[in-house]
């Protein structure tokens, strides 16, 4: 008899099964719209029938939480969440479990400060229950210091928004893991969080262990950001030094463990967050994404001498969006050069800097990004999806290859030679 296993379908499954207030079983009347599970943390979204009181809503949640822990290896369930919804989707009740952190709380998420009426999040207020950083006086970055036990620090970075940064960001991040290597993946964007999205982070809770943020699991990588440690529809209305004081927070006080490569995906543009990482931060590199028409290549030269200015080695340029491959009846295979296919491989020859390669617009990144399933980038079978994975996998091995020179340039690492 296989050990038991806390996944989605499982979940759906069991609590499917389990009978509502008005006798019927859940699945079968549809009542079960969502589940996600990951390690020991699991959360659902149920409708039930309109009237249903809040105790009946609670004595569900109770028993779907009972299948949950069925479910877990050894019975563990650190965080579960239950959500009934309304016939128009918003949540009328929820019922929660764990999300604790070592001392017996939840985490302190950011709050309004005093006096600014209904302006959320107006000043960084730090994250409760994390052991302080080390106080260190800003640096360039030919004196900032190593993260610990991270070997490769590469930000991914644009000079404007809307080109598809956190895309390339999370895709190298997910390509670089499938190599068998240990990858980090911080979302800096402050402003504009994209991964909870990306990754189907939101059934998962914060959590602080021993004073360290622990990073989420997920897709073969550790993710940390802002987007899990705020409300998700509240803008993030703070100035530079606030900014300046999340970004901390969540590099230095993240537990990343031991890593070979952890990519920061970066705000749009050039500002107090990419000065903050430089001061912060020894990196070996930057990526710079770009679009093929010229108004996106003026923003992304701004971007390439911006990291130069900082003292941080351009690895290379990518060109996103460099064409569509169509996959509709009668379309499928046909290629289209949207935005004309090659402008950010000519910026990078001028600039001087190495080009990485090219990313096609396929309507199955954007399923897979809007569902929080990255790793189909790189198994797709159509012509579409063969030609999204060679792409990403020929972004990764480039990386490679510029982040293997720039630590040799370094004096980080020494080649070798393999005689067979």
């Not at 190298?172 to 994209?194: M, N, Q, T």
């Not at 530079?240 to 970066?266: R, V």
Request: aromatic share 4%; with cysteine.
């Amino acid at each position: 008899m296989s050990a038991p296993s806390l996944t989605k379908q499982a979940l759906i499954a069991g609590v499917g099964r389990l009978a509502g207030p008005d006798g019927a079983a859940l699945g079968p009347a549809g009542r079960v719209l969502w589940a996600s599970a990951c390690d020991t943390y699991a959360a659902m979204k149920l409708q039930l029938a309109t009237g249903t009181g809040s105790a009946q809503m609670d004595a569900v949640a109770e028993a779907a939480r009972g299948v949950a822990i069925g479910l877990a290896p050894g019975g563990r369930l650190d965080s579960f969440i239950v959500e009934f919804v309304n016939d128009l989707g918003s949540v009328v009740h929820s019922k929660r479990w764990g999300g604790m952190n070592a001392v017996g709380g939840t985490v302190a998420m950011p709050k309004k400060s005093a006096g600014t009426a209904d302006v959320p999040n107006a000043g960084h207020v730090p994250i409760g229950g994390l052991k302080a950083g080390p106080e260190r006086q800003p640096t360039p970055q030919g004196g900032a210091p190593v993260l610990p036990g991270v070997r490769h620090v590469v930000a991914v970075g644009a000079g404007k928004g809307g080109v598809g940064k956190s895309t390339i960001a999370l895709n190298l991040a997910v390509g670089l893991a499938r190599k068998g290597l240990a990858v980090g993946l911080l979302d800096g964007d402050i402003y504009g969080p994209s991964m909870p999205t990306m990754l189907n982070l939101s059934g998962l809770d914060a959590m602080v262990l021993d004073g360290r943020l622990q990073p989420f699991g997920v897709h073969g990588i550790k993710c940390m950001t802002i987007g899990k440690l705020v409300d998700a529809d509240r803008p993030l209305i703070w100035r530079g030094p606030m900014a300046h004081g999340a970004f901390k927070q969540l590099t230095e006080q993240t537990q990343w463990g031991e890593l070979d490569y952890l990519i920061i995906d970066l705000p749009p543009g050039t500002g107090d967050v990419s000065l903050t990482m430089a001061q912060l931060l020894q990196l070996t590199g930057a990526v710079v994404v770009c679009t093929p028409q010229k108004v996106a290549q003026d923003d992304a030269v701004r971007a390439a001498k911006m990291f130069q200015q900082l003292g941080i080695e351009v690895l290379g340029v990518v060109e996103n969006m460099s064409y569509f491959v169509g996959d509709g009846p009668g379309d499928t295979g046909k290629v289209y050069d949207l935005f004309g296919r090659g402008g950010a491989q000519m910026m990078a020859q001028r600039l001087n800097v190495p080009f990485l390669g090219i990313v096609p617009i396929t309507t199955s990144l954007r399923v897979n990004s809007d569902s929080g399933d990255p790793t189909a980038n790189f198994t797709g079978k159509d012509r579409a999806g063969l030609e999204l994975s060679r792409s990403f996998e020929e972004l990764v091995r480039n990386l490679e290859g510029q982040v293997a020179l720039a630590a040799m340039k370094g004096g980080q690492m020494r080649p070798t030679l393999t005689i067979s």
